[in-house]
């Protein structure tokens, strides 16, 4: 009769090990490739805000897995806040933005779309200040009369405006504009009005003003979007 072979037995805390270290490795796997596809979602889809948006700008992602858009290429919610000392021409101009339902394609050939987004804009009397330097040297906020006043020519000079939204824009009114009881030079208020008018109007991917603000501390807008479309990401960059 043939000897029994013996099968070596494996103890149970030796296969609770395996298991173990299998499952340990199997979680470093995903955290380490999700990691990688946030860092180059985040490097794509920068490059192409950033150029929109003429800002540096932080990115963070809502819950779902960016594994799984490297897949199906969406992104179900994106937030971004500026992180340059200006926007555009505005200095010290605060933007947080929500962009949700991005479909990114494949290639860099062309931009992502965005299928709805919402942002609050606000904007210091410091900022506004340091914004028209050379035509007024202070901004005042008034919450209770909706109001902005400009120190012009050196102090001697008030400027009255008044920001508000008209037509999905938004407006300044000039109030009173006086210089020793007289009006301020025509010039003097009109590039206040301009360059504050290309600081409040102008905003990217489609965002509109709803809602506006005076504070104690400068202006607050409420701002909602519909669907837009992202340039390419410039030649060289991450391609999404």
Not at 36 to 57: L, T, V
Not at 109 to 114: P, R
Request: charged share 20%; hydrophobic share 40%.
């Amino acid at each position: 009769m043939p000897k029994n072979l013996s099968v070596p037995k494996v103890s149970r805390r030796t296969a609770v090990i395996a298991v173990i270290t299998a499952a340990v490795l199997v979680a470093a796997a995903l955290i380490g490739g999700e990691a990688y596809a946030r860092h180059r979602i985040a490097s794509c889809i920068s490059s192409q805000f950033e150029k929109e948006m003429g800002s540096k700008i932080n990115v963070g992602f809502g819950a779902k897995p960016l594994l799984v858009t490297m897949v199906d290429g969406k992104v179900s919610r994106m937030d971004v806040d500026s992180e340059g000392a200006e926007f555009g021409p505005a200095v010290d101009m605060q933007v947080h933005a929500q962009f949700r339902d991005i479909k990114m394609p494949e290639g860099s050939s062309s931009g992502s779309t965005i299928g709805s987004s919402n942002a609050d804009v606000s904007w210091s009397n410091e900022g506004m200040t340091q914004t028209l330097q050379g035509l007024v040297s202070e901004v005042r906020s008034d919450p209770d009369s909706g109001k902005l006043t400009m120190a012009v020519l050196g102090g001697l000079g008030e400027l009255q405006i008044t920001p508000q939204i008209v037509d999905g824009k938004v407006q300044l009114e000039v109030g009173q504009a006086q210089f020793l009881g007289i009006g301020v030079p025509e010039d003097l208020a009109e590039g206040v009005v301009n360059l504050l008018t290309e600081s409040m109007q102008v905003y990217p991917l489609g965002l509109e003003p709803k809602e506006l603000r005076v504070t104690d501390n400068g202006v607050e807008i409420d701002l909602q979007g519909g669907q837009a479309e992202l340039p390419p990401p410039p030649e060289g960059s991450t391609s999404c």
